[in-house]
């Protein structure tokens, strides 16, 4: 069982950065491919992007270049550093975690969820 908590969300203006922090507990946290997901208002949630226990990234193509994932094994987190803020951006971010043995993109693929952090950007 793993349980995870989300922070670092807020209002930034359109350009600026934010970086989302994701917390686990539980035990054999580097099994785990943690994933971050966003649902904007109105809207399906959305991949976003994941890294396995190893450090191995995917990206969706509507945040490579301007969100970087990172996971520390030691520490039990993931972080999202998401920068060049657009609008569109704004959402509730959320992470989760699955076992298996590749990357997904689907969230039905994820057994553990966080609570969701917002992230706005204002233009």
């Known amino acids: 069982q793993v349980q995870l908590g989300e922070s670092g969300g807020g209002l930034v203006q359109a350009g600026g950065s934010l970086r989302l922090s994701c917390t686990a507990s539980?035990?054999?946290?580097?099994?785990?491919?943690m994933g971050w997901f966003r649902q904007a208002p109105g809207k399906e949630r959305e991949f976003v992007v994941v890294v396995s226990g190893g450090g191995a990234t995917y990206y969706a193509d509507f945040v490579k270049g301007r969100f970087t994932i990172s996971r520390d094994n030691v520490k039990n987190t993931v972080n999202l550093q998401m920068n060049s803020l657009k609008p569109e951006d704004t959402a509730v971010y959320y992470c989760?975690?699955?076992?298996?043995?590749?990357?997904?993109?689907?969230?039905?693929?994820?057994?553990?969820w966080g609570q969701g952090t917002q992230v706005t950007v204002s233009s």
């Open positions: 989760a975690a699955r076992t298996g043995t590749y990357y997904s993109t689907r969230q039905s693929d994820y057994n553990f």
């Open positions: 539980g035990r054999s946290f580097s099994d785990y491919y």
